[in-house]
């Protein structure tokens, strides 16, 4: 075979490939949108096959907890049912499982919810030079670290709900990669119960993504859509994950009322925190 036959094999192999992988894309999309099996994560599962956070929970707690990832999938599966779960069509706010269940357990638990904020909310403007000190695709913040704030951080979203959270008692996790989340909170939940409830601040496609791992790892949890900055589709959503993330991502002004009041209903009027003690990537109040 000459060189010139050999390239044409090899341009036809390659647009096949293509052709393959864009194929799988729109079978599985398919299958997101009839909620095939009542599971709405056909395409993002798809995608992360072989990752290294997949390969984590997989590994770490499906494999580890199997009971538990059943009763999760069963749980998961109704929740799906229920049609108004579905991507996009929740709105921006999101209770897992339901928002009364969640308020009462907010109000009782002495352990207080943790909350999740997304590196993408921190400051990154270059047009009036307003950035992060603390750097961005990372869970570190000069106000949570040494309760110092400049300029900058009193416009920062990340600086108005720590400071509200050290007002109700409750700790503070700056997310990062989905590796991480699985790391930090997911996993310390599942063996240690150390996270039982969480208010989280996620684009409306990681809320999709994140339902399933929650419900097998039996967290209760209010989920928060950003209004404006967020990733779209799962090319976005990876270049964010691993750290590649430029838009500000910001919250809407309802999700701002429901935060600080969600906040306040879990409030301990008996304890006064002073600060926060930073243990791995979480923010304790003290
Ligand atoms: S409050 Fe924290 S996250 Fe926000 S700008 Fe200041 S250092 Fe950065």
């Not at 799988?24 to 956070?53: A, G, M, Q, T, V």
């Not at 907890?65 to 059943?70: A, G, K």
């Not at 926060?276 to 304790?284: D, K």
């Amino acid at each position: 075979m000459g060189p010139e036959n050999r390239n044409i094999n090899e341009m036809r192999n390659a647009i096949f490939r293509i052709g393959f992988v864009m194929r799988l894309n729109r079978f599985f999309h398919h299958l997101d949108r009839i909620s095939f099996f009542s599971i709405n994560i056909w395409n993002f599962s798809y995608h992360s096959f072989f990752k290294e956070y997949a390969r984590l929970f997989f590994f770490k707690v499906m494999v580890g907890y199997p009971l538990r990832t059943i009763r999760g999938l069963k749980k998961y599966r109704h929740f799906i049912k229920q049609k108004e779960n579905l991507f996009f069509k929740y709105g921006q706010f999101l209770f897992i499982t339901d928002e009364k269940a969640f308020l009462e357990k907010i109000k009782k638990q002495k352990i207080k919810p943790l909350v999740g904020l997304g590196f993408c909310l921190k400051p990154n403007n270059p047009e009036n030079a307003s950035f992060c000190p603390s750097g961005r695709a990372n869970h570190d913040c000069l106000y949570l670290e040494k309760g110092q704030a400049l300029q900058v951080c009193f416009y920062c979203s990340i600086y108005k709900i720590s400071r509200k959270c050290l007002e109700t008692g409750c700790d503070v996790y700056i997310m990062t990669s989905a590796k991480d989340i699985a790391r930090d909170f997911l996993i310390p939940q599942v063996k240690d119960e150390k996270f039982p409830s969480a208010i989280l601040l996620l684009c409306p496609y990681s809320i999709q993504a994140i339902i399933f791992p929650l419900l097998i790892c039996g967290v209760d949890v209010f989920l928060m859509a950003y209004e404006r900055g967020f990733c779209r589709d799962y090319r976005e959503w990876r270049s964010a994950d691993k750290g590649n993330k430029n838009e500000m991502t910001e919250l809407s002004k309802e999700s701002w009322k429901k935060i600080f009041d969600l906040l306040s209903e879990s409030r301990d009027v008996n304890s006064q925190f002073q600060r926060f003690r930073r243990e791995g990537n979480i923010f304790y109040p003290e």
